[in-house]
Nanobody, 124 residues
Framework: QVRLVESGGGSGQTGGSLRLSCDASESTQRTHCLGWFRQVPGKEREGIAFFDTVARRELYDESVKGRFTISHGGNMLFLQMNGLKPEDTGMYFC???????????????????WGQGTQVTVSS
């Protein structure tokens, strides 16, 4: 069982930056695919950034490519969010699974372990 706890959410301004952290109960090296998802009320949880710890591959949704960076080390997973936009507002969840990251982009159903989420609100 992998327990995930997100932190670092809050309020930001358009063009600003936020950094999200996800603390795992064990080394993230043991889980193969790590990811960040975003959800807004009334919509499906969507994947935005992923890291395959075996292939050493980063994957990004087009909506965040060039602005967000996923990284990890030890028990931690991070999401550096630059160039914030109001449409980045939502609840952000980190996720982990033992399997490799599906190409071209993992799906919500691929992940077994989830954090409780941290809210990000971007004002214009």
């Amino acid at each position: 069982q992998v327990r995930l706890v997100e932190s670092g959410g809050g309020s930001g301004q358009t063009g600003g930056s936020l950094r999200l952290s996800c603390d795992a109960s064990e080394s993230t090296q043991r889980t193969h695919c790590l990811g960040w998802f975003r959800q807004v009320p009334g919509k499906e949880r969507e994947g935005i950034a992923f890291f395959d710890t075996v292939a050493r591959r980063e994957l990004y949704d087009e909506s965040v490519k060039g602005r967000f960076t996923i990284s990890h080390g030890g028990n931690m997973l991070f999401l550096q969010m630059n160039g914030l936009k109001p449409e980045d507002t939502g609840m952000y969840f980190c996720a982990a699974d033992w399997g490799g990251c599906r190409l071209p982009q993992p799906r919500k159903s691929d992940f077994q372990y989830w954090g409780q989420g941290t809210q990000v609100t971007v004002s214009s």
